[in-house]
């Protein structure tokens, strides 16, 4: 704005009046600029980037506009800068943030475990920034030495060393904090405990895996994931599952350890895997009550359960001689029974049940033996955000017939087409073709890195939209493991990959996962970004939540169109993922269309300060 001319003479109150005037109307004039210049160039230091991103050229890119009447700038402008999260936010978990729960005055059932589950943040109240590493905080120590041994700065909480020292969860160490593979039932180490298991169980060789017939394994309340840490030496893969509960680091120091690990709970919601998905399920000392709500947490392990799978229960109901525990247990022996379940082996301190093959004692059990069987047109393969259900899920009459999963031993099954290929839709020579893809793709990728990257770069691997995955199993000679998200969408792809002895979960990448900052070496998103564009999603956000799970030195891959590739490029020197990056358009292949590209970055290290360590 520009100050009224100045009159050369004549009017009321003199040529001083006016000049005063003038004075005062250039001045309001200041103030009203420097008033509009804050508050356009304000977002790039609040707590949110949304205001900064309706600068950005979306429209011509084809990206929604993240708000109306945004301001024309030149096409090769890149955001310089994206906020810092406050340094208490250092450990965020955006759907598990119980302080937010609480300022939303959400009323949750404690006694549910309701305040465990995910209650993500609405889009107002997100913290669209960087999230910070602790002061100090090192590069990780790398597999497999870190099973033993993590920096004690990473993850500064010293505290369940000392109330877990007479149970050997942990030992602080100067500098580093140590895993002698204790537990709470197993003093003695988690090693011996698993071969005492294999013992009652009557597997050859001490081997839990009972000749690659054991894959996957599902430890509810696993504490450090110790049990889960040597269970991968008998060729077995655990889902280490626990809240951030009054242990809330738990899980932290499993991903730390390169253990495999998730954040969850036995609470009102399905967990997000589909039925028939684990040979066996564990609980040493996991501390859920049961029989609570007429049985349906149990009823929910055997949901997930294959036919015959085990259910390990190792706590003091089990052995116990006092009423109490006494009383418990008869309650517990009960419900199992009338689940039909059978004691496959009970020995010292720990019962093991086995589930049944077929629905033959579903069909014999008298009319109104609770729990129920599930209605018929209940899925039992619907898990994300599906309520729980106290009933007992039969088998689908192809399962009932063959008494049993129909899957090869292990390594067999990760390239044999599952049985449950067939309910997607996929035929085995397409689910041939799709192995012998990703295993082109995986090598091309390695080979694109390869100047970069040293044998033990990766241990914990993402793969954001697994589809079958072919990602993983061409990782089969890595020495990584891989949490396969498949998208709540395309959610019955899961059985598949669980039945291939991998691993993974569902969810919906509008939201924020549920781990810890800095927990995955390197993710994978093939379509991903543009897929969630196509949902009204945001693709800013989608990335700052790339940034927080991923660690410092970590990489990304990303495959997608030109175009979001062009998009996210403008946003690397924000992100701080520019200390080395890839770019290429790959080899065409039956998966890919010819706008394809691929890019690999690498995330840098930096101090809430943002400079560069």
């Given at each position: 704005m520009t100050p009224p001319p100045h009159g050369r003479g004549g009017g009321h109150g003199g040529g001083g009046a006016l000049g005063r005037r003038?004075?005062?109307?250039?001045?309001?004039?200041?103030?009203?600029?420097?008033?509009?210049?804050?508050?356009?160039?304000?977002?790039?230091?609040?707590?949110?980037?949304?205001?900064?991103?309706?600068?950005?050229?979306?429209?011509?890119?084809?990206?929604?506009?993240?708000?109306?009447?945004?301001?024309?700038?030149?096409?090769?402008?890149?955001?310089?800068?994206?906020?810092?999260?406050?340094?208490?936010?250092?450990?965020?978990?955006?759907?598990?943030?119980?302080?937010?729960h609480y300022r939303l005055r959400l009323r949750l059932n404690l006694s549910l475990m309701e305040h465990y589950e995910r209650h993500c943040p609405p889009a107002p109240r997100r913290l669209n920034c960087l999230v910070p590493p602790p002061d100090g905080y090192q590069v990780p120590i790398r597999w497999p030495r870190s099973r033993d041994e993590v920096w004690k700065a990473n993850i500064p909480h010293p505290h369940l060393a000392a109330e877990k020292s007479d149970q050997r969860w942990m030992?602080?160490?100067?500098?580093?904090?140590?895993?002698?593979?204790?537990?709470?039932?197993?003093?003695?180490?988690?090693?011996?405990?698993?071969?005492?298991?294999?013992?009652?169980?009557?597997?050859?060789?001490?081997?839990?895996?009972?000749?690659?017939?054991?894959?996957?394994?599902?430890?509810?309340?696993?504490?450090?994931?110790s049990f889960g840490a040597y269970l991968l030496s008998h060729d077995v893969l655990a889902m280490s599952l626990a809240p951030n509960d009054v242990h809330e680091n738990q899980i932290q120091f499993a991903l730390e350890r390169g253990i495999p690990a998730t954040l969850g709970v036995l609470g009102t919601r399905r967990l997000p895997y589909p039925s028939r998905s684990f040979e066996m399920a564990h609980c040493s000392r996991c501390r859920i009550d049961w029989l609570q709500r007429n049985g349906i947490l149990l009823l929910e392990v055997d949901r997930v359960l294959r036919p015959g799978g085990y259910f390990v229960y190792s706590s003091p109901e089990a052995y116990a001689l006092d009423p109490h525990n006494r009383k418990i247990w008869t309650q517990m022996s009960g419900l199992a029974r009338r689940m039909c379940?059978?004691?496959?082996?009970?020995?010292?301190?720990?019962?093991?049940?086995?589930?049944?093959?077929?629905?033959?004692?579903?069909?014999?059990?008298?009319?109104?033996?609770?729990?129920?069987?599930?209605?018929?047109?209940?899925?039992?393969?619907?898990?994300?955000?599906?309520?729980?259900?106290?009933?007992?899920?039969?088998?689908?009459?192809?399962?009932?017939?063959?008494?049993?999963?129909?899957?090869l031993p292990w390594p067999l099954r990760l390239t044999a087409p599952p049985p449950r290929l067939e309910e997607l839709g996929i035929s085995s020579n397409n689910f041939s073709e799709d192995n012998e893809i990703w295993h082109s793709r995986v090598t091309q990728y390695w080979k694109h890195m390869k100047s970069e990257i040293q044998k033990n770069s990766f241990r914990n691997v993402m793969d954001m939209s697994a589809n079958l995955g072919g990602f993983a199993a061409s990782l089969r000679n890595k020495d990584v493991w891989v949490m396969n998200v498949v998208p709540f969408t395309e959610s019955?792809?899961?059985?598949?990959?669980?039945?291939?002895?991998?691993?993974g979960t569902i969810h919906n990448w509008c939201e924020s996962f549920s781990t810890y900052p800095r927990t995955y070496d390197l993710l994978h998103a093939w379509l991903l970004l543009s897929e969630i564009e196509k949902q009204g999603c945001s693709l800013e956000d989608l990335l700052i939540e790339m940034d927080r799970i991923l660690r410092p030195h970590g990489y990304a891959i990303i495959r997608d169109k030109a175009a979001v590739l062009n998009y996210i490029k403008k946003l690397l020197s924000a992100l701080r993922w520019d200390d080395w990056t890839f770019e290429v358009k790959p080899k065409k292949d039956a998966l890919s269309s010819d706008d394809e590209r691929v890019l690999i970055v690498r995330k840098k290290l930096w101090n809430q300060t943002l400079q560069d360590l």
């Open positions: 003038a004075y005062a109307s250039l001045l309001a004039a200041a103030v009203v600029a420097l008033a509009l210049l804050c508050l356009f160039y304000g977002a790039a230091f609040a707590p949110s980037i949304r205001s900064a991103h309706s600068r950005l050229p979306v429209r011509r890119l084809g990206f929604r506009a993240r708000a109306a009447g945004a301001l024309p700038v030149p096409a090769g402008l890149a955001l310089s800068s994206i906020p810092v999260c406050d340094a208490r936010h250092s450990e965020l978990i955006p759907c598990l943030d119980r302080a937010l030992i602080v160490n100067g500098d580093k904090i140590n895993f002698p593979g204790g537990g709470t039932h197993f003093h003695t180490g988690a090693d011996k405990y698993i071969v005492h298991l294999a013992q009652m169980l009557n597997f050859p060789n001490g081997k839990l895996n009972n000749r690659g017939n054991v894959r996957n394994v599902l430890d509810v309340g696993c504490g450090v994931a379940w059978r004691v496959a082996s009970k020995k010292n301190q720990t019962v093991i049940w086995a589930k049944p093959l077929t629905n033959g004692c579903y069909m014999r059990r008298e009319p109104g033996t609770l729990p129920p069987m599930c209605e018929r047109d209940d899925d039992p393969d619907a898990a994300w955000n599906v309520p729980m259900k106290a009933c007992l899920t039969p088998y689908s009459k192809r399962a009932n017939k063959v008494k049993g999963s129909e899957l019955g792809k899961l059985k598949v990959i669980y039945d291939r002895g991998l691993m």
